[in-house]
C-alpha cells in the first residue's frame, strides 16, 4: 500500500552513545516495543555514511518515516534534512549520558532513561504526517510603510533597493518627521567630532525618484485588513479614497515630544526663554549658523542652560518612567550649535556663549557616544553633575550639585528641558477595554467613576492602522505604550503577524538607531512576504508548513481557542466554527492547549503526537522505588537551557522524562491528567517569563499555561493527589544552572510525599 507507514529508527553510536548505552537493547525495544519496521545502528550517524544510510532506506522503500535516536533535535539539523519525511528526535546524547554520572551504579538507570526515550520518539512518530501548505497563501512583493519619518523613510528606500513595490503613506504634507525639524543630528561616523547634516533633504529626493515607491502626503490608513501576503489597504487622502493590497507592513509612526507644560516646577508654561529640545532646534535654523536669539526679546543668548531628564526617568505622576536615548547627545550637539555658531560670528575675538548641561546620569549611546561627549568638553561645554531642583520665570535654575554636595543657582538666559518622547503608537485596545470594563463595574455598583478614568477615556486617540481585527484596530501597546513586543529573540515582531513595528514607536531611540531598526523591520516585513507565499510560518517557527486543524464533529463552538489566539488567528464561520487563518498563525499551539474537547490539532504536533510519548514510557511499580517525573519543556527557552545544562554536565535525576513542546500555552491539561493517572509521581512544566517584561516567543502562551495550570488544583483534588506533584517554572534560557535543581527539586519532594498511589 502506497500510503503504509514504514518506520525506520536509527540509533548512533557515535559522541560516546555506543559505549554509555546497549545499542543493540535499544534496538530491539524499537522493533518489539516501538512497532519500527526496521531498526539499526551506526558508529557516526550524522556522518555522510550515517546519513546516506538512512537516504538509501527511504529511496528503496524500507522505510518512509525516520527515528534519529542520536543528539539533540536542536544539534545535526542540517545533517538530518529528509525533505518531506516526518522525522522524531530522540535525545540520547544531551537528554541520557550528558546528564548522567559514567559510573556502574548509575548505568541501569541511565539505560532505562534512553529505552524510555525510544520508546516516546517510536510513539511520537506514529502520530505525526508531512505538513503541506494550505491553499491560502499568497505572494504580494509589495511592502507599506506608514509614516514618513526618518525611519519611514529609511524602511522604504531599503525595501525598493531589494526589489519591493513600496507605498509609503505620511500624514503631513511633507516627509521628514521630528528629524525633518532638526537643524543637524548627532555624528554617525568618525570622528563623531561635530553635528552632521539629517539627511533628510536627499532621502526624500531619493524617495521621489524611485519608480518603486510611490509616496502618500497628508494621508492616513482608513482601513487595513487580511494576513501576510494579502493585506487589503484603504488609503484616504482629503475626500478620496484608494484602495491597495500588500504584503507586509512597516509602522514606522514615529513619536511626539512630551508636553512640557506638565512640568510646572520648570515654568515652561511662564517662561517664554524656557523651551525644550525641539525647539531650541528650530532656534538653531532660523540663526542658521548666526547667533542664537532667544524668544522673550530676541536678545542673542550668552548663557544657557540644558536641564536633563526633564519629566523622564521619573516615578513622579505624569512624567516618563523610561530615558528616551537620544536626549544627552542632543544637548551637546545644541551646546555645540551654540560654541561653534559665537567661534564663527566672533572671528578669533574672544567672545563665547557659556552652555553647561546639568545631568544625574550622562548616556551617549553608540560607537562615537564617547567621542561626541569628549569633543563637547573640548569645545568647553560645562558639564556638572547636579539634580534641578526648579526654574524661575526669569531663568534662573535652582539646582544641588552632586558632586560638591551644595546647592546652587544659574541665571540663564535660556533653559533648554530635555523632555523625551511619547509613541506614536495609536490607540491602546487593551486599555480602553479595561478602562470601560472598570466605569461599568463601578455604575453597577452605583459608584462614583473617579475622574482619571473618564479623562483617559475622554481622549481622543487616532488609531495609526485602522486595522479590522477583533483584537482591536492598533498593534498592542505594552510597557510604557510602545509598540515592542519584547520578544527578545525577535526584534521588530509585534502581536500582528506580518506588521512590524520600527524607530520610536518601537522603543526610544536616536536618528541613527531609527535607521538601523527601519532596516531590521524592512528585513522582517520582506521575509514574511516570501514566507506567506510559500505557506511557511513566520518567527519563531520559520519555515513550518503545518497549522491548525480541527475535528468538527467534536467542536463544541466554545471559542476558547479563538480568545486565547496571541494573533488573532482564528475567527468563525457563520456556523460558529473556527475559522483559521494561516497566515496569520504562529504555529504556536496555544489553541490547542486551550481546546477542552481537544480535536485541534497540527500535522507533526497533535494531542497524540504528545500523549502517547507520555504513555509510552515504562511506568515501574511501586515496589522498584523508581519514581516517573515528566518535565514539559518549552522549545524555545526551557528545552535549550536543559542542552546547556548537559552541555555543562549538570546531573539532573534519572528518572525524568523530557518531551519538548513549542511553547508551554500549547500544554493540554489532559495531558497532565493522562500522566498522573498513567503513574508518573511529578510533572514539571517549564516556560518562558511572563508579565509584563515576558519573554515568550508566543507573547501569550506561558501567561495562558500558568491560568491553566493554577486551576490543576481541583483535578488532583479529584484524583486524591497532592497538589506539589504539578509545578510550574518560569525559565529563561540562560537557566543552565536553575533547570537541573528544579527538576532535582520535584526529585526531593516526590521522595517526601512520596509516589503516585496510581502505580500499577
Not at 510646572?264 to 535654523?285: C, G, H, N, R, W
Not at 455598583?445 to 487616532?462: F, S, T
Not at 523591520?521 to 516570501?530: G, H, L, N, S
Not at 468538527?552 to 482564528?570: L, S, W
Amino acid at each position: 500500500m502506497a500510503d503504509e507507514i514504514k518506520t525506520g529508527a536509527y540509533i548512533c553510536k557515535g559522541c560516546d552513545l555506543g559505549n554509555r548505552l546497549n545499542t543493540d537493547q535499544l534496538e530491539m525495544i524499537a522493533t518489539r516495543e516501538g512497532r519500527v519496521a526496521s531498526a539499526k545502528s551506526h558508529d557516526f550517524l550524522c556522518g555522510a555514511e550515517g546519513v546516506k544510510m538512512i537516504q538509501d532506506d527511504l529511496d528503496s522503500g524500507e522505510s518512509n518515516r525516520v527515528v534519529i535516536a542520536a543528539c539533540s533535535r536542536r544539534a545535526k539539523t542540517d545533517a538530518f534534512n529528509f525533505a518531506g519525511v516526518p522525522m522524531s528526535r530522540v535525545n540520547l546524547r544531551e537528554g541520557v549520558i550528558w546528564v548522567r554520572p559514567d559510573e556502574d551504579e548509575a548505568q541501569e538507570t541511565t539505560q532505562e532513561m534512553a529505552e524510555d526515550y525510544v520508546r516516546m520518539g517510536c510513539a511520537e512518530i506514529k502520530f505525526m504526517s508531512t505538513p503541506k501548505a494550505s491553499e491560502e497563501q499568497g505572494t504580494n512583493r509589495h511592502v507599506l510603510v506608514v509614516g514618513g519619518g526618518i525611519t519611514g523613510m529609511t524602511a522604504a528606500i531599503e525595501a525598493a533597493r531589494a526589489g519591493y513595490q513600496v507605498s509609503l503613506v505620511e500624514k503631513t504634507d511633507a516627509l521628514g518627521g521630528t528629524t525633518g525639524q532638526l537643524y543637524k543630528r548627532a555624528p554617525t561616523r568618525a570622528p563623531y567630532a561635530d553635528p552632521e547634516d539629517t539627511g533628510v533633504t536627499e532621502l526624500a529626493q531619493m524617495l521621489e525618484d524611485d519608480d518603486k515607491v510611490t509616496i502618500y502626503l497628508n494621508s492616513i490608513l482608513s482601513s487595513s485588513d487580511g494576513a501576510p501576503g494579502r493585506f487589503d489597504i484603504e488609503i484616504t487622502t482629503g475626500d478620496a479614497t484608494q484602495s491597495i493590497s500588500c504584503g507586509s507592513i512597516i509602522q514606522a509612526s514615529g513619536q511626539t515630544e512630551f508636553d512640557a507644560n506638565q512640568l510646572t516646577e520648570f515654568s515652561y508654561a511662564d517662561a517664554p526663554d524656557v523651551i525644550t529640545q525641539l525647539e531650541m532646534e528650530a532656534l538653531a535654523k532660523a540663526a542658521d549658523g548666526g547667533p542664537v536669539k532667544r524668544p522673550s526679546d530676541g536678545k542673542e543668548v550668552q548663557n544657557v542652560v540644558f536641564v536633563q531628564c526633564a519629566g523622564q526617568r521619573s516615578d513622579k505622576e505624569g512624567h516618563l518612567s523610561y530615558c528616551s536615548g537620544h536626549c544627552c547627545n542632543t544637548s551637546i550637539k545644541q551646546a555645540m550649535y551654540l560654541k561653534d555658531n559665537a567661534e564663527a560670528a566672533a572671528e578669533g575675538s574672544s567672545i563665547d556663549v557659556q552652555t553647561t548641561i546639568l545631568f544625574t546620569d550622562l548616556r551617549t549611546p553608540g560607537a562615537g557616544g564617547e567621542d561626541f561627549y569628549r569633543s563637547g568638553q573640548n569645545k568647553g561645554v560645562t558639564f556638572r553633575k547636579g539634580s534641578v531642583s526648579g526654574v524661575s520665570a526669569d531663568a534662573k535654575v535652582s539646582f544641588s550639585d552632586l558632586i560638591l554636595d551644595e546647592d546652587d543657582t544659574i541665571d540663564a538666559d535660556l533653559v533648554v528641558l530635555a523632555t523625551g518622547m511619547i509613541p506614536n503608537s495609536g490607540r491602546n485596545n487593551e486599555r480602553e477595554d479595561e478602562l470601560a470594563a472598570q466605569k461599568t463595574q463601578l455604575e453597577a455598583e452605583n459608584k462614583e467613576v473617579p475622574q482619571e478614568i473618564l479623562d483617559e477615556i475622554a481622549i481622543p486617540v487616532e488609531s495609526i492602522l485602522n486595522l479590522k481585527y477583533r483584537q482591536g484596530s492598533d498593534l498592542p501597546q505594552l510597557v510604557s505604550g510602545f509598540n515592542d513586543s519584547h520578544f527578545i529573540c525577535f526584534p521588530y515582531e509585534t502581536r500582528r503577524t506580518g506588521i512590524y513595528a520600527a524607530g520610536p514607536t518601537r522603543r526610544p531611540m536616536d536618528t541613527q538607531q531609527a535607521q538601523e531598526d527601519a532596516t531590521g523591520a524592512t528585513m522582517k516585513a520582506i521575509q514574511a512576504i516570501e514566507n506567506a507565499g510559500q505557506g511557511m510560518a513566520a518567527h519563531p517557527r520559520a519555515g513550518d508548513l503545518s497549522y491548525p486543524s480541527f475535528r468538527k464533529e467534536g467542536c463544541t463552538q466554545c471559542k476558547r481557542c479563538m480568545m486565547e489566539c496571541p494573533f488573532g488567528a482564528i475567527g468563525f464561520d457563520e456556523k460558529g466554527f473556527p475559522e483559521y487563518n494561516e497566515a496569520r498563525c504562529r504555529r504556536c499551539g496555544t489553541c490547542m492547549g486551550a481546546c477542552p474537547v481537544r480535536v485541534i490539532s497540527f500535522e507533526n504536533y497533535s494531542i497524540d503526537s504528545v500523549g502517547q510519548q507520555i504513555k509510552a514510557c515504562d511506568i515501574p511499580d511501586e515496589f522498584d522505588e523508581k519514581p516517573r517525573l515528566l518535565v514539559l519543556a518549552c522549545e524555545n527557552d526551557a528545552y535549550p537551557a536543559l542542552d546547556m545544562a548537559a552541555q555543562n554536565r549538570f546531573e539532573y535525576s534519572a528518572f525524568v522524562r523530557v518531551v519538548p513542546v513549542r511553547c508551554l500555552g500549547s500544554v493540554n491539561t489532559i495531558w497532565i491528567t493522562d500522566a498522573l493517572n498513567s503513574g508518573y509521581d511529578g510533572v514539571v512544566l517549564m516556560g518562558c517569563k511572563k508579565g509584563d517584561d515576558y519573554q515568550c516567543h508566543f507573547v501569550k502562551g506561558s501567561e495562558m499555561a500558568h491560568m491553566r495550570m493554577s486551576k490543576i488544583a481541583d483535578t488532583l483534588q479529584t484524583l486524591n493527589l497532592e497538589e506539589e506533584r504539578v509545578a510550574v517554572h518560569e525559565v529563561a534560557i540562560t537557566d543552565i544552572h536553575r533547570v537541573p535543581e528544579l527538576i532535582n527539586d520535584m526529585a526531593k519532594t516526590i521522595d517526601e510525599i512520596g509516589m503516585s498511589p496510581f502505580k500499577f
